[in-house]
Each structure stands twice: as C-alpha cells, then as structure tokens.
C-alpha cells in the first residue's frame, strides 16, 4: 500500500480598487493576516506496502504498514464453497502483521465462480470472476465472516480493488455502490474502529475511468467510506512524481462537483518497471 496525501495549498494576497473610483479617489489600504499551515509530520502508517507473498513474513526494510492483496487473499481464497472458509493464510498475514507491530489494510474482491458462474474470469489462475456476485447476500456473509473474525486486527478495509479495470471488476458502477454500501454497513457494526476506504479507481489518465470515479461519486458511492481509493498511476513509470499534479487537479476537481470531499488513498502504483 503506497498512500500519498497530497496538499496543495496557494495563498494570493491582492488588492484592486474598486469599481467607479477615480484616479484622485483616496483607497485605504486594506491588510490581513496571510492564512499559513505550519508542516506537521505525515503518519509512517500512511507508506506501506502490497504483499505479494502468503508466507506471513513481512519486509525485512521499514515500512509503515501492509496491505494485503496479491497474498492469496482473495474472496475466491478465503470462500472457496458457499458454506466453507479457509482462513489459513490470511490468520498467518495477519499474524505476522501484529508481530511485526505493522496496521494491515485488507482488499476485498476476486468474486468466487459459485457466486458469479455467469461472470468472466479475472486476472489470476483461481478462478475467480470479475463481476458482482449474482446474489448480494452472498457478498452480506463474506463481509460479515471476515469482519467478525477480525474486529480489531484488520485495521482498515478496501472495499473492491480496481473498480476502472475490467479484469478486476466488470459489474456495473450502480452495483459497485451498493457493494460499497451494504460492506460499510456490516464492518461498522462488527468493528467501528476500522477505516473504510471506498474501490479504488485507476487507469485515471483514461476519460472512461474518470467517469466510473465521476459516477460513482454522484451516486454517493463516497458517503459510506472514510476515504477514497485511487490508483495514482503515472503516464509512464519513468516519469517523475510532480507529473501527477494534473491527475490530482482533475480528481480534485470531480469530488466536489458531486458534493463530496474524501481523503485520497493512494493504495498503489504501476506495475510496469523502467528499464533504463
């Protein structure tokens, strides 16, 4: 999990003389304190990292925390029958998290073949489907399965990974949403503690996905969670961070447009490696 806060802040100090005053007209000289933020310290919790491995051992360098995806610990994983569970690798993730005295984000999705026959694979070798479970009550018992057993040991939840991207979600964003509502329902009464950070949006720079984030928004995806998810890929791997400020101007400008305001969780980046 690799989450930036990003905080711009401009200060323009001013002064004009109002219209239909002429040349000779005294003005009195207008001054005011200039609003000023004084840097604080950024969490460690706010960098961590993605495991990609279901041992249980976490990074050997310092981190702030771990998020748990590509660990086999996908729906499909942890559901692999209707009325049966396999909690053992995630017990051991979360285990070594807690030794390791690290917070743990957990990523839900991967949606079993049982739930969603009728939907195309996705982008792992387990099986697992891309679309909305064919019946939400199925998706209630998960959520509720999993926050139960984990009240207080997960300490913040993502509710769906890649929301843009078809090969991890193909359902439509109505569905999304009350996915996203019905899980943040069930998580805040088994353990209130917990943060939920609403799917996480990428492929940004593409039109089309920044309308699923539009959408989504105006549908009050957002009111439920606590933060908002995004991928904060750059155009190439080899750019450098600053060329992410236009992609931050832009989702900034589509939250409040549909009235909301949520912290940005930047729980990833791109996958492709500059080889130069």
Known sequence: ??????????????????????????????????????????????????????????????????????????????????????????????????????????????????????????AYTDGSRTGAP???????????????????????????????????????VEKLVEMTGRAAKIVRSSDPDATLVCPSMGQLWQPQAREILRRFAELGGYQHCDAAGVKLYQRNAADPPETLVPLLREIDATMPAAGVHPPLWNTGTVYDIPLR
């Open 1 to 122: 999990m690799a989450v930036a806060v990003v905080l711009l802040m401009v200060f323009v100090a001013a002064s004009a003389t109002p219209a239909g005053t002429g040349a000779g007209t005294d003005v009195p000289e207008i001054t005011a304190p200039a609003w000023q933020a004084q840097p604080v310290p950024v969490s460690p919790e706010l960098f961590g990292v993605t495991m990609n491995s279901a041992t249980g051992t976490m990074p050997a360098f310092r981190v702030g925390s771990v998020r748990f995806w590509d660990s086999q610990t996908r729906w499909a994983n942890l559901q692999p029958a209707r009325d049966r569970f396999d909690w053992t690798t995630l017990d051991r993730l979360v285990d070594g998290a807690e030794k390791a005295g690290l917070p743990t984000l957990f990523v839900l999705g991967g949606t079993p073949w049982w739930a969603a026959p009728g939907s195309p694979k996705g």
């Open 134 to 172: 064919e019946d939400l009550a199925d998706w209630d018992r998960f959520v509720q399965a999993l926050a139960s057993r984990y009240r207080g040991r997960l300490h913040a939840y993502e509710l769906w990974v890649q929301a843009t991207h078809h090969m991890y979600y193909s359902g439509s």
